[in-house]
């Protein structure tokens, strides 16, 4: 079985942890709030990703695993709602979204 | 064939992720999310799941990208700049990463090599639009339902949070008068 031709679930989880790995490094090495929101929506997309390719390489495909994607877009659009506007409030408060300037409740 | 497109959008969908976290210019980053929402979408396409491709889209890189934009436009952020190259926290997020395919790598090397979970399972019926649909408003219908509650209150706070100080008491001076 060659790796590069014949696609199997493996591909798909690697290519998912990938994105999660991406999204990490980037909530732990960028200092705009607004960017690292961004990558939290990359890494809730690498667990879409996988829960997408476990359901349709299940012996029997079921939509178990699209109904669960639908959930998680869904709370997810809800918490980019309230999550930007906790950060326009923080701005207007603050005039900034640098997180090295918002360090008040750091021990 | 299908390998192929697989590789095409595995790259695109790399490339475009590590661009989000490399711009440093915010707005450049969002356009950047937004191709990583197309190819993720032109996955979902290539592992039959036609619907959450299109919800992909729509709410991802329709609605909750340009919130992202507008929010990035409203407060008027610079590019972050430029400041001595980060190296002990570029080695930490090396280390991570070392570690996690460390653990990734145990993973895939305990999954079966060769059997049934690997290859494309056979769906004795069409898994369309309509099947979902069937399922989400049968076996999901409560789920469903407390979703509906779940945006409701999250419009609420959002009301609420991106109100400013003082508006009560202006809207109570008008009402008075």
Redesign the interface.
Known sequence: MNAFTEITLNHYLVLSGLLFLIGLIGVVMRRNIIVIYMCLELMLNAANLALVAFDRFSVVPTVNGQVMVFFIITVAAAEVAVGLALIVALYRLRQTTNVNDLMEMKF | M??LV??IL?FG??GS??A??LNRN?VA??LS?VI??VF?AA??VS???F??AM??II??AG??MV??LF??M??D?KA?ERRPF?WV??S??GL??VA??FI?DR??KN?PQ?S?????????EK?TAK??GE??FS??LL?FEV?AL??L???I??VM??R?EGDRSKRSEESSS
């Open positions: 299908e390998a697989f590789w595995a969908l790399v992720g590590l989000v976290i915010p980053s969002a999310l990583t929402f993720l996955i979902f592992l039959e799941a619907f959450l919800v992909q709410v991802y609605a909750v919130l992202f929010i990035i409203l407060l952020i972050e980060p926290k570029l930490l997020t991570l990463g996690f395919f990734f993973v895939l999954l060769s049934s979970i690997l290859t494309w399972g056979e769906s004795p898994l099947k979902l399922v989400l076996n999901y789920p979703t779940l945006l209150v999250a419009t706070g959002v949070l991106s400013r």
